[in-house]
């Protein structure tokens, strides 16, 4: 996999390009919304396109636990259990076995965790892992790592690379020893750990690109660090990974964080921020976001962002977002998930434009100034 | 108003037709779906367009308490502040004051009560209810009546029905006295009462149209009495009504009742049943009523209905729709209530086809044929 008609910007690393999958285009950089458990938050198929989602995201960890891979595998894999016709990206399983704390025993081999939802003991491992993703069928399989917690002592992050390294070589080797099961291409994404230690993430980036996987991910970013460390590492970890290949920052994140990123080489980006603050009343505009269940908005009746082309904002005013809301109208949830996947689309495809127009710098310039991050960092 | 273009079938009662509103022509026998709070629960009006909805209702009561009529005025009326360019029916919010038992007193003046949300208090007249609705901006108000409780001995039932007719003519007095709010017409309907006594609807009937409404409804059925009584009263007051002006069974009901009323010559039905159901996992078919949150569903991987057009039918399996109840994710409220109301609307329209063409004892003959009522009974 490679990215394709590539264009940098000739004062920073942002770069625009393209990746083929076979379940279509996508052009970088890209937000991906997380379609946790085989829908992305109150949003269908035709509200996904509608906004400008070009790829979505699934957990292997929930579909596993819940419908289970024989249904997901009788179904012909999750682009059809889910009706989604674009590219699906599917992570490894492994970060939330970690993060949801259901976890029973970690060995060299891998983990065992106990479900959630009925208490059965369930093992992932790379090879297993590797094997849901063939039966979620998804375009992008993520490899299985460690995500080291943060924080951690140079000696327990570099621990935990190593074995995140064992991890994603075992995953490589297998998934070439395996067929995807319904007849498109699926690509591998190798996952750079190694803490806030710009030393050990760059080892780490260099041993995975030897390896050689179809993409490379910076994970272990966005779990508790202070910003400033995750914008080093990732501008430390971009410098080192191949040119010619897509760059997936996980889990990030505020749109002034996908800004950063993307000055500093990403191309892609997923986060449950945009859908999880609309359930909450918090929707972005450029300005910064705004709570649309304050009091102020009770008799505002314009929208969202008159400039915005969503659904949401050509239809419905915040006095009536604000009252759905009060009311607890499960339309409204829908509503805001709209504008907000919406608005992290906007952002990535305003970048995009600038990066091929060689405004990008002025851009990030135009967007910090306008929004608030005082506000951005009250609300959200 | 008149039902225009009437047509009635040879052997039953039943009629097709039409009503001109200012926000379209409404194709009858219609049902309007319930906008409880300012949306149908779940869906958008682009959802309601899709599955054939051609009139909504509107519950004054709710939209009284919240948001306030202040903000509904200062949108613009109702239509406006929830973005749908059809007609709208409202009630007089009188039903709700009885039903949800926050009523303190009732006069021969109106009623007073407490509002359940922030236990303010309000009344409500015949004059304030149709204050009211002059500012909601419905195109079908409702005259303000008393629903007269079940069981209701003979006396009971004919004090309350002279109250709700004494409250109905001030209703169309001051109705009459005062205009519109925002350029568009609306129009009055009466509503017949009774309980299930016979001699009593043919009064309440009979001096309903004496008073001269634009349309006429039955209420006060539906309310816990036996459905042979719903039968019956609904056949013994359209033999009173007017042939020419439209006839609406409120808050009526399941499929077989439609069936049933339309028969007996009504023309306009709404009820929460397909929205409600819809949220507890029950979806209807032509076989009857189909709980896809059930254990055989888990990997079926067709449609609800093959032969359905919504777009939940044309896009997700039963097997899909099951997953998503099951991990409680908003998508699935509004798919199943896209399909309930897209069933709905196929009834009253494929009933329409069927009167229009000379057809309506085979429909209905064919629908009681293969819909399985003992699975409604079980589960609706």
């Not at 990206?89 to 060299?108: A, H, M, P, R």
């Not at 920052?249 to 892609?268: I, N, Y």
């Not at 450029?286 to 269940?293: L, R, Y």
């Not at 008799?299 to 082309?309: A, R």
């Amino acid at each position: 996999m490679h990215i394709e008609n590539l264009k940098t910007c000739p004062e920073t690393k942002a770069r625009a390009g393209a990746i083929r999958t076979d379940h279509g285009q996508i052009n970088t950089p890209v937000f991906m919304p997380v379609g946790t458990a085989g829908s992305v938050k109150s949003l269908s198929p035709d509200d996904l396109m509608a906004t400008g989602s070009q790829i979505i995201l699934g957990n292997t960890y929930h579909l596993l636990l819940r419908p289970g891979m024989d249904i997901i595998q009788s179904a012909g894999g999750l682009h059809k259990f889910m009706s989604w016709k674009g590219p699906i990206l599917t992570d490894s399983g492994g970060y939330q076995v970690f993060s949801l704390g259901q976890l029973n025993k970690i060995t060299e081999d891998g983990v065992v965790f106990q479900s959630r939802i009925d208490g059965s003991k369930h093992a992932l491992s790379a090879e297993i892992s590797m094997d849901i993703q063939r039966v979620l069928g998804s375009d992008i399989v993520m490899a299985f790592d460690e995500c080291t917690p943060y924080p951690a002592t140079p000696e327990q992050a570099q621990r935990s690379m190593e074995l995140t390294h064992r991890w994603e070589k075992r995953s490589l080797d297998y998934f070439r020893s395996t067929q995807p099961l319904y007849g498109h291409k699926q690509e591998l994404f190798g996952i750079v750990q190694g803490s806030v230690y710009p030393d050990l993430r760059k080892i780490s980036a260099s041993i995975l690109v030897e390896m050689g996987f179809d993409g490379y991910a910076i994970g272990g970013l966005s779990v508790g660090e202070p910003k400033e460390h995750m914008y080093e590492i990732t501008d430390v970890v971009t410098d080192v990974l191949p040119v010619n290949q897509p760059r997936y920052l996980m889990g990030v994140g505020k749109p002034e964080d996908l800004v950063h990123a993307v000055g500093m080489g990403v191309d892609m980006f997923d986060c449950v921020l945009p859908t999880r603050n609309a359930r909450h009343g918090i929707m972005f505009t450029w300005d910064g976001p705004v709570s649309v269940k304050a009091a102020r908005e009770k008799d505002v009746h314009e929208p969202l962002d008159s400039n915005c082309d969503c659904y949401t904002c050509q239809n419905f005013s915040r006095a009536y977002l604000r009252h759905l809301f009060k009311a607890s109208e499960l339309l409204v949830y829908r509503l805001a998930s709209i504008h907000n996947i919406h608005f992290y689309h906007e952002l990535m495809s305003g970048m995009r434009q600038a990066i091929l127009e060689d405004e990008f710098p002025m851009f990030k310039n135009d967007f910090f100034n306008r929004y608030d991050l005082k506000r951005a960092k009250d609300k959200v």
